[in-house]
């Protein structure tokens, strides 16, 4: 058994999740308010360190009033977490999934700190194993908020369930920009992840796309 998983990004028309020098302020406040909606409701919201690094992000609902913050998870194969990263603060439980490559002195001082450190996996994060330790721990909803390879992770270990993207009318460009999906990808289009569209609609200026992925 595992979460439902919803991938939620904010992309360009060219599906980029940032721009060539990382900047990825694509969502309109409409979006994000639609986000944070989605946030409200699910157990767990989950990222790569990548975007931990980058972003610096709380991870908590803080667009709309809401009762509780869901619980933070940060897939961090080395554990390269800054201790002052916003997503260790107080307002919402964390937890880390790491591997045995991860420094043990980092670990106990994540530990220390009220972190919850779960070490699934060798070189990478063994994202199967790890949904099978959230499940257990009574997490069955979580909203994949990315970066790209992370989504690349979870889409081609048949993860994710449920896709929703907001499109901004912006063209970024750049072979080196991260994508909704990076990754090495899908060699052939069978292998692809089949997706079933169940709503659209426009939002601000950009338009929102709803689907099921099919099994
Ligand atoms: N526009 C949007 O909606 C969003 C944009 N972003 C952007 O994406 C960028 C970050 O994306 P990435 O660099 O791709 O980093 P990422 O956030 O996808 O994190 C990648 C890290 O995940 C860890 N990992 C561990 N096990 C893994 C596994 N089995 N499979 C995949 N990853 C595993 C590795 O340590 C790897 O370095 C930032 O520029 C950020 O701003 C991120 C989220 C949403
Ligand atoms: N939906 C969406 N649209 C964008 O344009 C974005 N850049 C993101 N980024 C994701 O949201 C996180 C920021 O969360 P906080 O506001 O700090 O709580 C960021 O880390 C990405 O995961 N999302």
Do not use: Q
């Amino acid at each position: 058994m595992k979460p439902y998983v919803i991938s939620n990004v904010g992309m360009s028309l060219d599906g980029k999740l940032a721009t060539v020098t990382g900047d990825s302020r694509i969502s309109c406040e409409e979006d994000l308010i639609r986000v944070h909606k989605i946030r409200a409701k699910v157990d767990a919201i989950m990222v790569g360190i990548g975007t931990v690094l980058k972003d610096d992000p709380r991870l908590t609902v803080h667009k709309i009033k809401a009762d509780k913050n869901p619980i933070r998870i940060v897939v961090d194969s080395k554990l390269r977490i800054p201790l002052n990263a916003r997503v260790l603060n107080n307002e919402a439980k964390t937890i880390i999934a790491t591997t045995e490559k991860a420094d043990k002195e980092k670990m106990k001082l994540l530990k220390e700190r009220g972190v919850e450190v779960i070490v699934c996996g060798r070189d990478k994060v063994d994202l199967k194993e790890l949904m099978k330790i959230l499940y257990n721990k009574g997490i069955r909803s979580i909203l994949l908020e990315g970066g790209g390879t992370l989504n690349w992770g979870m889409f081609k270990e048949g993860l994710v369930d449920e896709v929703s993207v907001y499109i901004a009318p912006m063209i970024f460009g750049g072979k080196d920009a991260v994508s909704y999906v990076d990754g090495e990808g899908f060699k052939t289009v069978e292998e692809a992840v089949k997706l079933k569209l169940k709503k659209f609609y426009r939002l601000g200026e950009g338009i929102v796309l709803e689907y099921v992925v099919l099994r």
